[in-house]
């Protein structure tokens, strides 16, 4: 039988432990290990049989995650915390938060829903999990890793990029890209405009 779903609990990053996924099937799909002492902490997800399968390694800022799966590394870029993701290399975009109950990866090049998460309430006995749901097995441990990687942005209430502007100008994306240093969620709560 092939699993395309996995099932990450809700609450991991609470008790700053490292904790388990599991396949569908109760099987465990892998571990996700880290000093969990802030939200720079470089995090290994190790699969069932020992190995390293992902990374998730934030930039000097913790503004940007680079995710490593298998060879290939990809970055998840948090625009605006709670409310748009992106994770380029795969192209997904996430509008929303996975904590608010459902969600999806869109790709767009083709506007296919790529990934479906959704949050559960109760798992076998591991209580409250967020489902990720991928149409390609292919696909299954990057979407895995991104969730976690969105689950430790939204965790840490981190700093988000802000939205991209297709008119701005080469100065203007330079200086958001290499000199800003991002905004807090505190600016985004007294401005919810302020990452536009």
């Known amino acids: 039988m092939i699993f395309k779903k ?59 995650y680079d995710i490593r799966v298998d060879e290939y590394t990809y970055r998840l870029i948090t625009h605006t915390i709670f409310r748009h993701y992106f994770f380029e290399g795969m192209k997904w ?24 998460i959704r949050r559960v309430d109760t798992f076998r006995n591991h209580g409250t999990c967020y489902e990720v749901k991928v149409k390609d097995l292919s696909k299954l441990r990057a979407a895995a890793s991104v969730v976690v990687g969105m689950m430790i942005k939204e965790h840490y209430k981190g700093l988000s990029t802000g939205e991209p502007d297709p008119k701005a100008s080469f100065i203007k994306k330079f200086k958001r890209n290499f000199l800003e240093t991002g905004i807090t969620y505190e600016e985004l709560l007294a401005n919810p405009d302020a990452s536009k």
Request: aromatic share 10%; proline share 2%; charged share 30%.
């Open 6 to 64: 996995v099932y990450i609990p809700a609450n991991a990053l609470e008790n700053k432990a490292d904790f388990d996924m599991w396949y569908e099937d109760g099987a465990l799909f892998a571990t996700a290990k880290s000093e969990w002492e802030s939200e720079k902490s470089i995090v290994d997800i190790i699969g069932r049989s020992g190995g390293l399968i992902a990374r998730i390694k934030p930039d000097h800022k913790a503004l940007e």
């Open 93 to 116: 975009q996430m509008y929303g938060s996975i904590d608010n109950g459902s969600a999806s990866f869109v790709n767009e090049d083709n506007s296919k829903k790529d990934c479906l």
